[in-house]
Structures are given as structure tokens and as C-alpha cells.
T-cell receptor, first 113, second 116 residues
């Protein structure tokens, strides 16, 4: 079956370190993949989109990679801060542009001072 | 801050009641979506709309219904609420044209529904 997997265990890191979150998918060939941030009790907020022909995308302290051979995306936050603590969701569109997203369950990140 | 609104934010209601969850956006987006999310779980798409008078069911079966009479408004209705409907309901919208990142979805704050 079609599936998106993210680490279900929380990731705990020290302030200033780089956080790396993983998103693996099976049975899809998405044209692009997205990352969102979700805080408790709130809706997700869009962070980055990476297309299948892009290996890497950066935005400020965020970096996303996309390996269509491994069917994997990595999401990095450099110089992490306690304010980065949240759940990070990976999402992809299997419909080829109709934007009907399928989401992973997310990985909770906790950045400790 | 996304201009997409949901009301109510919290709703506790008895079994059998009819409820309508409101969602409005002021960005002129043609695409709108309803997702259902249980704590610690994935968002599941239950309804989507590509424009006025266009609605379709999502991948997760839902007893709710939706309507899209105006571009900015996409309400979700449950005719007879049951405890199994207890969940968080998130509304989202996205644009079709460039000028924004195509594919980026803007989410409302959600409605936390509890059916007793």
C-alpha cells in the first residue's frame, strides 16, 4: 500500500545543534514533496517544497534534500533553537499536480537549552 | 499569517445533533480542503473542492458533507454527530496559479470536536 513514514519517536537535541528529520515513502513517484511545521492545537504551516528534479532546497536555517531513487527526503534545521520545537510533517501529492496531499504522521522535535 | 478562519475552535456536543463547521478564506484561492486529524496521527483528506460547485470526497471515508457555493466559504456538516466523529478538523486552501508556491496549502487553526 502507499505509505509515508516518519520517525514516530521524538527527536531531542541540544540548542545550536543540527536536527535531521527523515521522510521515507513507498509506491509513489511524486513530482514534489513538502514539509510543514505543526504546533500543538494549531494547523500546519508550510515551510518548504522541493521538486523531483531538485536535489536540495534551502531557506534560512532550513535545508531539504530529495532522493527519488531512495524515495527519501531529509529535513535539516541548523543552529537549532528552542523555538524550533514542534512537530514536522512531510507531505506529497500522488496525483501529479492536483494537490491532494498525503501526510506523514510527523516527527516531534524538542530543542533543549 | 494565513487568512483562513475556522469556527468554532472547540465544540462539545451530544450524540445525534447536527453540526456545521465553518471555514472561510480571504485569499481568493480556488482549491479548498478538509482534513481530519487524531492526536499524534496523520492528517487525512476527507473532502476537497477545486472551485465553486465542485466538491469531491477524499481518501478517508467520512459521513460528513460539504458545500462550495462561494469561493471563500467551505462549510462541513455532520447531520447526526456520533462519538466516532470526535477529532480535530482542519480546513486548508491553495492557489492554482503562480505568484505563490504551487502546492503550498494554507491551514486554518482547526476545530476540535468532541461528541459525547
Amino acid at each position: 500500500s502507499q505509505k509515508i513514514e516518519q520517525n514516530s519517536e521524538a527527536l531531542n537535541i541540544q540548542e545550536g545543534k543540527t536536527a535531521t528529520l527523515t521522510c521515507n515513502y513507498t509506491n509513489y513517484s511524486p513530482a514534489y514533496l513538502q514539509w510543514y511545521r505543526q504546533d500543538p492545537g494549531r494547523g500546519p504551516v508550510f515551510l518548504l517544497l522541493i521538486r523531483e528534479n531538485e536535489k536540495e532546497k534551502r531557506k534560512e536555517r532550513l535545508k531539504v534534500t530529495f532522493d527519488t531513487t531512495l524515495k527519501q527526503s531529509l529535513f535539516h534545521i541548523t543552529a537549532s533553537q528552542p523555538a524550533d520545537s514542534a512537530t514536522y510533517l512531510c507531505a506529497l501529492d500522488p496525483t501529479g499536480g492536483y494537490n491532494k496531499l498525503i501526510f506523514g504522521a510527523g516527527t516531534r522535535l524538542a530543542v533543549h537549552p | 499569517e494565513a487568512d483562513i478562519y475556522q469556527t468554532p475552535r472547540y465544540l462539545v456536543i451530544g450524540t445525534g445533533k447536527k453540526i456545521t463547521l465553518e471555514c472561510s478564506q480571504t485569499m481568493g484561492h480556488d482549491k479548498m480542503y478538509w482534513y481530519q486529524q487524531d492526536p499524534g496521527m496523520e492528517l487525512h483528506l476527507i473532502h476537497y473542492s477545486y472551485g465553486v460547485n465542485s466538491t469531491e470526497k477524499g481518501d478517508l471515508s467520512s459521513e460528513s458533507t460539504v458545500s462550495r457555493i462561494r469561493t471563500e466559504h467551505f462549510p462541513l456538516t455532520l447531520e447526526s454527530a456520533r462519538p466516532s466523529h470526535t477529532s480535530q478538523y482542519l480546513c486548508a486552501s491553495s492557489a492554482s496559479t503562480s505568484g505563490r508556491v504551487i502546492g503550498e496549502q494554507f491551514f486554518g487553526p482547526g476545530t476540535r470536536l468532541t461528541v459525547l
